[in-house]
């Protein structure tokens, strides 16, 4: 079992720049791929982008590719998303997610075993 806690949301005005982190309890973070989402309101819980468990492979949703980086660094039990160029419909509450398996459904929020509480990422026009 891993625990999950996101940091770094906040407010921003629009082409700015946030960096959100997921720490990740435990010994295994290395054994899971890792996963970003967000939901805002009124809204159902979107893939934002998706890490394998080495850092080799990324995945992005298209409304965020050329904008946003994920990254980890498994010595940090850790899990980054740069968010550069930010939009309006960017706001959201972003979630970071813990699943066993890379390859197939890295969109889908159904694959995630493992939540973060999130972060709250408001950006101003």
């Known amino acids: 079992q891993v625990q999950l806690v996101e940091s770094g949301g906040g407010l921003v005005q629009a082409g700015g720049s946030l960096r959100l982190s997921c720490a990740a309890s435990?010994?295994?973070?290395?054994?899971?791929?890792m996963g970003w989402f967000r939901q805002a309101p009124g809204k159902e819980r979107e893939f934002v982008a998706a890490?394998?468990?080495?850092?080799?492979?990324?995945y992005y949703a298209d409304s965020v590719k050329g904008r946003f980086t994920i990254s980890r660094d498994n010595a940090k039990n850790t899990v980054y998303l740069q968010m550069n160029s930010l939009k309006p419909e960017d706001t959201a509450v972003y979630y970071c997610a813990a699943r066993s398996n890379w390859g197939s459904r890295n969109y889908d929020l159904r694959a995630y075993d493992y939540w973060g509480q999130g972060t709250q990422v408001t950006v101003s026009s």
């Open positions: 890490i394998s468990r080495s850092g080799y492979n990324t």
């Open positions: 435990g010994r295994t973070f290395s054994s899971y791929a």
